[in-house]
């Protein structure tokens, strides 16, 4: 099993739905959670941060889930610039602290 | 203030040949990670250094792979006597604090070596 999993997709959806994918991760002590946005091989960029409480930012919501051990992004009234994969990190004290990357989940956000 | 930034953007080795990607962090970041990232495959870490110091390299090939970041100057990626396998994009990150920090290892990339070996 890998240590941070995600469905790669794509997720194929109209411009103004809602869409929400989750990211799994294996390791109970995980302390830090991000998601990051990734546009054609371009560099990753920090989309934001996942607090225990849950956090919005605009149109985007990141949760965090202890007990079943997931995170997940919600995005609402989407736009065609939110085609992009999104990446899902994770950072445990038990591991030296390195930041363990999922492969992403890309999005396609159709007219 | 400029970002993070690394060069060439593009490399082509043949087999055998050495290549040496570059990276300045942003300024006032001390804390420097290089990670590859191969097609449909999300980042693999290799190494985590600080000026003069390498913090991790679990994640460095034991053969052929180096990595410094010197008390002047970029830090330097440098594979050996390059494989078609290295063939990938070796993205460089920096950040103010270092990993042993909770919350706050945000990352800011640069814009990634693509590394061909033909």
């Known amino acids: 099993r890998k240590e941070v999993e995600q469905d790669p997709g794509p997720f194929n959806v109209p411009e103004g739905a809602t869409v929400a994918f989750n990211c799994t991760y294996s390791?109970?002590?995980?302390?830090?959670f991000f998601w990051y946005r990734q546009d054609c091989r371009k560099e990753p960029k920090l989309l934001m941060s996942?607090?225990?409480?849950?956090n919005e930012d605009g149109r985007f919501t990141a949760q965090l889930n202890r007990a079943s051990q997931y995170i997940s992004l919600l995005i609402r009234d989407s736009k065609l610039s939110d085609s992009a994969t999104y990446l899902c990190?994770?950072?445990?004290?038990?591991?030296?602290?390195?930041?363990?990357w999922g492969a992403g989940t890309k999005l396609i956000i159709k007219p | 203030n400029a970002g993070v930034m690394q060069n060439p953007r593009h490399l082509v080795r043949r087999r055998g040949q050495e290549a040496r990607l570059r990276c300045s962090p942003m300024?006032?970041?001390?804390?420097v990670y290089w990670y590859r990232q191969l097609p449909e495959e999300g980042l693999k870490f290799m190494v985590y250094?600080?000026?003069?110091?390498?913090?991790?390299e679990s994640g460095m090939p034991k053969e052929r792979f180096s990595a410094e970041f010197p008390k002047e100057g970029p830090s330097i990626l440098r594979i050996q006597q390059v494989v078609r396998g290295d063939s990938a994009a070796y993205f460089c990150?920096?950040?103010?604090?270092?990993?042993?920090?909770?919350?706050?290892?945000?990352?800011?990339f640069g814009s990634g070596t693509q590394l061909s070996v033909l």
């Open positions: 990150a920096s950040s103010a604090t270092g990993q042993g920090s909770i919350g706050n290892e945000k990352l800011f």
């Open positions: 300024k006032g970041h001390s804390h």
């Open positions: 250094l600080q000026k003069e110091n390498i913090i991790d």
């Open positions: 390791n109970s002590a995980s302390q830090s």
């Open positions: 996942v607090y225990s409480s849950g």
């Open positions: 990190v994770v950072g445990s004290l038990d591991s030296n602290y390195q930041l363990i």
